[in-house]
């Protein structure tokens, strides 16, 4: 199932449930980011009591990576992954923390550096849909939480795949669909109604945890997905559900 209706000029696109000019998109999720950069560790704490930092452990532990490996973490934000991926592959390793947006970039490399995670890791601002690095350049790639904000997400994940050395993996961490009706109408109830106003009470900002609601709404399920990462070239797609498929991680490997 695409969520993006067949009707839709080419021209225009998706922010959360509004119908935007696709050339508008990147400034507007560009404002949300810049609003939320300096709550943004503590706002997803709050909003999935934790759940977020296991969710990330999976998708690590599913990366393969090992002692020596380069590792982008694109859309990194605050550098969750980043700073993991750092420790795993030691001194010999790299690991390039990109983001689009230098308030979450500059966020994301205070937060690591006061954790003294340094040496082997780069800061590079960039779009996943024209990645600046050279043609198999990495071994694993993670996007998390980031490719529903992307305005052409085909063209991330086939410039993730152009960047990736043969053999190498991309994980895509995102919401995606719930499997059980139940859960789906308590998520539903909760991010339309508790999240906005949690973000407005803690971050001062109702209309971006509105817009985060809707973006997860709008963003393709797992077989959608699945099929955008196997048309962009990707081999061996598979897929795991957690917490009742409210998130999902996708893991293609590079021909
Ligand atoms: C929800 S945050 C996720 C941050 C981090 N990966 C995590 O899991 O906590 C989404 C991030 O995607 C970044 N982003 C949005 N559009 C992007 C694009 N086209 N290219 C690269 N990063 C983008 C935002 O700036 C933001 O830092």
Redesign the pocket.
């Known amino acids: 199932m695409t969520l993006r209706t067949p009707t839709m000029a080419d021209d225009k696109t998706h922010f959360g449930f509004k119908t935007v000019n696709r050339n508008d998109k ?1 400034g507007m ?1 560009a404002g949300v ?1 810049h609003s939320v950069a300096g709550k943004y560790d503590l706002m ?1 704490d709050l909003m999935s009591g934790g759940i977020h930092r296991l969710w ?1 452990r999976f998708t690590i532990e599913l990366s393969g990576v090992r002692y020596g490996n380069s590792v982008l973490d ?5 550098g ?2 980043a700073g993991k991926f750092s420790r795993l592959v030691g001194p010999d390793g790299r690991v390039v923390l ?4 230098e308030s ?1 970039l500059r966020v994301g490399r205070e937060k690591l550096t006061n954790q003294g995670v340094a040496g082997n890791i780069e800061y590079v601002q ?4 024209c990645l600046p690095f050279p043609d198999n350049s990495f071994d694993c790639i993670t996007i ?3 490719l529903r ?2 305005t052409d997400k085909d063209a ?1 994940l086939r410039s993730m795949l152009r960047v990736l050395k043969p053999g190498g993996r991309l994980l895509v961490l995102e919401f995606s669909k719930p499997t059980n009706e139940v859960v789906g109408k308590v998520y539903d109830r909760y991010s339309f109604d508790i999240l906005p106003k949690m973000g407005k009470l803690v971050a001062n900002d109702e209309e971006s945890y509105r817009y985060l609601a809707e973006s997860i709404r709008m963003h393709p399920d797992q077989e959608t997905l699945k099929g955008m990462m196997e048309e962009a070239g990707f081999a061996e797609v598979r897929y795991h559900n957690m917490t009742a498929g409210v998130v999902a991680v996708h893991r293609g490997i590079k021909p």
């Open positions: 990147v999720v980011f997803n990330k694109i859309a990194g934000g605050t969750d992954l990109a983001d689009i947006n979450m960039a779009n996943a849909e998390a939480f980031g904000n992307v991330a």
